[in-house]
């Protein structure tokens, strides 16, 4: 089985930029999770959603980050304008019922 | 903010060796959960136990809980140099939604 998708899994930007990542959950999984990953502040949780509408979004760090779920099967953070500091992994993840999560291989962003 | 925090921060034993990871947390919980982390890959889960076991058995893993000290244990026991991985702990608290957050892991080294 296909497990969570998601693209670009590296991208250098530079700053001022807008920078969209994509994901793909696991088809029938009825939640999403955005989480970042720093040396400095580990894992965060940035949004999740349940059955595509957004329950808490108070991880996301700044109006310059939004996230959108337009459907079961496809879900988007963007960063708008980014900077050198949103340089991190950020791990897309679904889960059914949403207690064991699944995690994608991440995408590696580097804000120059 | 992490709600769990693991101990030690990096382990290197011998393979054949047992690896003992600690997890300590702060408010009550439902489950907590242990996921490994490759370099490079995304978190993939290991084990989950309730917050009314004592302990849970999965293959090479051994998981304890004791809620009245908030804290959990990993035990890999027989390491192979293939569990070479982050260790990381995970909770939901009580009374929170599906917010799982992730302790700061601990760097687990198996030499062959």
């Known amino acids: 089985d296909a497990g969570v998708i998601q693209s670009p899994r590296h991208e250098v930007t530079e700053m001022g930029q807008e920078v969209t990542l994509r994901c793909k959950p696991i088809s029938g999984h009825d939640y999403l999770f955005w989480y970042r990953q720093t040396m400095m502040r580990g894992l965060e949780l940035l949004i999740y959603?349940?059955?595509?509408?957004?329950?808490?979004d108070s991880g996301m760090p700044e109006d310059r980050f939004s996230a959108k779920m337009p459907n079961a099967s496809f879900s988007t953070l963007k960063i708008q304008p980014s900077e050198p500091r949103d340089s991190a992994v950020y791990f897309c993840a679904s889960s059914p019922g949403g207690t064991v999560i699944y995690f994608g291989e991440g995408s590696w962003l580097t804000v120059v | 903010s992490q709600q769990g925090e693991e101990d030690p921060q990096a382990l290197s034993i011998q393979e054949g060796e047992n690896a003992t990871m600690n997890c300590s947390y702060k408010t009550s919980i439902n489950n907590l959960q242990w996921y490994r982390q490759n370099s490079g890959r995304g978190l993939v889960h290991l084990i989950l136990i309730r917050s009314n076991e004592r302990e849970k058995h999965s293959g090479r893993l051994r998981v304890t809980l004791d809620t009245s000290k908030k804290s959990s244990s990993l035990l890999i026991t027989a390491s192979r140099a293939a569990d070479t991985a982050s260790y990381f702990c995970?909770?939901?608290?009580?009374?929170?939604?599906?917010?799982?957050?992730f302790g700061s892991g601990t760097q687990l080294t198996v030499l062959p």
């Open positions: 995970a909770t939901i608290s009580s009374g929170s939604a599906r917010q799982l957050t």
């Open positions: 959603f349940n059955n595509n509408v957004p329950i808490d």
